[in-house]
């Protein structure tokens, strides 16, 4: 197998009728490069284009602010204390003004169209070119094409779960590729986006993809069996609709192909569990700090990713040593990430804490701070509730920020930090502890002499200490999964200002397990799973291959030490004897907490308001520790974004048309 980072060859493609950016402005005023049929009628051109399909995965996955439309509003984020609007409208608390115009819900739409487009020209041009060249080396490989296919059904997907029913028809045709302008666009329904586009082409991945890599990176069929099982799970709970959510544009909740949910649900059930069985090269990691340290990217469970590499900004995407906090740099790891540099000690006895003790450093623990977003209280205390057993609380947050001057440029033997002790470079300068202690003692006010983001101390300890009731909009466990990573920081604080030069995780093998036990949970019909993670098939057992891993360490990030255990037995013996949808939940956020995931899990289920309708934190200054119950305003027609409002003006349409295309209430 070739190990080979992707790069993006070519531009976008226009069409037009699809809004770029934060800007309202559309293409035909904005020309930009495109690819033209006569391009993808080579061997080439397809390759090009296809290699242009998995760049634009950095434009989505790893952008901060699509990002912020995944987690802020669930129970898993809320704005920061450096939140914009961008932040707070995305809560629905009414800290924000959401509307047609925010910028978050756009990124989507505005960023997949012109990728979706180039796989309709890949596909649409590859047959014609096989057709024309049969018998000869210039046929184009059908797992070649079928990576395009699975790159339009993940973009559609993407879409459908976000908006509703979209258009299949850009300008040329339903899945045509698009070379003119066009100012017109009609939404198709929710069934014909699913049964025309995704599951067609996912079934042509799954048949026609190969069981091992063309690329590092690249798909296979068992990452095309993945979202075929997660696209086929969503919409069984669509057909189902338990609580009533609307739908549009409007239509029956029937299958055009006359299956009902629990088919779908079956479909889901069998897929995911025959990708477990024969799993070609994915595997779990042995330990969840193994998913995901630094060191250990592009591992066996990362099955999809936006790749980025430090070795090259032409094939990074994105500068080395600056930020652009703009896609194609990965930097959603920013945004929940407090700014810890204002933790100061002191360099003069206990005199003064003026002292930054724990510098920014482009390290996993670390990284750069923007505090645009910050987790609930309730992340702590409910979902994280066994941080001894479950290593997935150590292996996500960093909760403890170690002392690093030494790479700044402070020289000091030692400081001295909480009770007026002193502390060496490495050791724990604060702390985030996993429960709430009454032996903590928080400063009445900040001082000179005292802490300088509001942490408390505790006897005989020179770190200063934050219990999980104390968890605020400025201060928080830092997001340690999604830190960046770099060999080529030396002994400095490297290049913390950059986007992270990690591949952002976008599928995982983990999730195939999760899919069937949820499934399962629906009605499916179970049967034992043979082969490396054999089991009897059931949500309770499936989920238990998930929970006996997450029971086993090697590291501890709180530490910063080799930390060997195995807690899987205990972790098992946890495990409810019955399942339902709601534990499921809960161990996905265990697993894939702020990977954004949250929004489409919490909507395909419809728990959206009831598991996020409410949550706490403290305020927005350091030493505020008053708890607040907030609550959101989550309604039913809110479980579809609305449609960018960049979109409806640039339409050619009269004013009742492109009423009819938004979404209700909106």
């Not at 990713?305 to 040593?321: C, E, F, I, W």
């Not at 999730?511 to 499934?519: K, P, R, V």
């Not at 807690?567 to 697993?591: F, H, K, Q, V």
Request: charged fraction near 15%.
């Amino acid at each position: 197998m070739k190990s080979k980072y992707i790069k993006s060859l070519m531009g976008t493609v226009l069409v037009s009728m699809f809004l770029m950016g934060c800007s309202s402005d559309i293409l035909t005023e904005n020309p930009r490069n495109f690819y033209t049929p006569g391009y993808f009628q080579t061997k080439a051109g397809i390759l090009g284009g296809v290699t242009a399909l998995y760049s634009n995965l950095r434009n989505l996955n790893g952008q901060a602010y699509y990002f912020n439309s995944c987690e802020t509003g669930t129970d898993e984020a809320t704005w920061g204390q450096s939140a914009d609007g961008n932040f707070t409208s995305m809560d629905y608390s009414g800290a924000g003004t959401f509307n047609t115009a925010t910028y978050p819900i756009s990124i989507l739409w505005s960023t997949v169209y012109s990728n979706i487009n180039t796989a309709n020209g890949i596909i649409e041009n590859a047959l014609l070119v096989n057709a024309s060249k049969k018998g000869t080396s210039d046929t184009i490989p059908g797992s070649l094409i079928a990576e395009a296919n699975f790159m339009r059904a993940y973009d559609y997907f993407l879409l459908v779960q976000r908006y509703g029913g979209v258009p299949l028809d850009l300008g040329s045709g339903n899945l045509k590729f698009n070379t003119n302008p066009s100012r017109t666009s009609v939404r198709n329904t929710v069934p014909e986006v699913y049964t025309k586009c995704i599951f067609t082409d996912l079934l042509t991945a799954v048949n026609t993809l190969p069981e091992t890599q063309r690329l590092t990176g690249t798909v296979t069929k068992q990452v095309a069996q993945l979202l075929l099982a997660k696209a086929y799970l969503t919409y069984a709970w669509w057909l189902q609709n338990p609580n009533n959510i609307p739908t549009y544009p409007l239509s029956d909740r029937t299958d055009p192909n006359g299956k009902d949910a629990t088919w779908y649900f079956q479909q889901a059930y069998n897929l995911a569990t025959a990708a477990i069985a024969n799993p070609g090269s994915y595997a779990l990691q042995a330990t969840y700090y193994d998913v995901n340290v630094g060191s250990n990217d592009r591992n066996k469970e990362m099955m999809l990713y936006a790749d980025h590499t430090q070795a090259s900004q032409q094939y990074n995407g994105g500068s080395l040593t600056s930020g652009s906090a703009g896609a194609p740099d990965n930097f959603a790891g920013w945004m929940l990430t407090w700014n810890y540099p204002t933790i100061t000690s002191s360099g003069d006895g206990g005199a003064t804490y003026k002292v930054s003790s724990v510098v920014r450093v482009s390290t996993q623990d670390l990284g750069r701070p923007w505090v645009r977003m910050a987790p609930p209280i309730g992340v702590f205390k409910n979902t994280f509730a066994d941080k001894t057993n479950d290593s997935r609380y150590d292996g996500t947050f960093t909760t403890v920020y170690h002392a690093n001057w030494l790479m700044g440029t402070n020289t000091s033997a030692s400081l001295v930090n909480a009770n007026g002790m002193s502390v060496l470079p490495g050791a724990p300068i604060l702390s985030f502890l996993s429960a709430d202690d009454p032996a903590i003692v928080y400063p009445a006010a900040l001082t000179g002499g005292s802490s300088s983001v509001g942490a408390g101390t505790m006897p005989g300890r020179a770190d200063w200490v934050v219990g999980p009731s104390a968890i605020s909009r400025i201060i928080y466990p830092g997001l340690w999964k999604l830190g960046p990573y770099r060999t080529d920081n030396g002994t400095g604080i490297g290049n913390p200002n950059a986007g992270s030069t990690r591949p952002f995780p976008i599928l995982k093998f983990s999730e195939l397990f999760f899919i069937a036990a949820e499934a399962a949970v629906k009605g499916a019909t179970v049967t034992s799973v043979t082969g490396t993670y054999a089991n009897d098939g059931t949500a309770k057992g499936l989920i238990n291959i998930i929970r006996a891993r997450a029971g086993k360490w090697r590291y501890s990030n709180a530490q910063n030490a080799v930390v060997v255990a195995d807690n899987s037995a205990a972790m098992i013996a946890a495990t409810p004897a019955t399942i339902d949808i709601n534990y499921i939940l809960a161990e996905r956020s265990r697993e894939y907490y702020g990977e954004g995931y949250r929004i489409f899990d919490l909507r395909r289920t419809q728990t959206w308001a009831d598991i996020a309708g409410t949550y706490q934190i403290c305020g927005v200054k350091f030493g505020d520790r008053t708890v607040q119950t907030v609550t959101r305003t989550i309604l039913p027609a809110n479980y579809l974004d609305p449609i960018p409002q960049g979109q409806i003006d640039g339409m050619d349409m009269t004013a009742a048309e492109k009423a009819a295309y938004q979404n209700p209430g909106y």
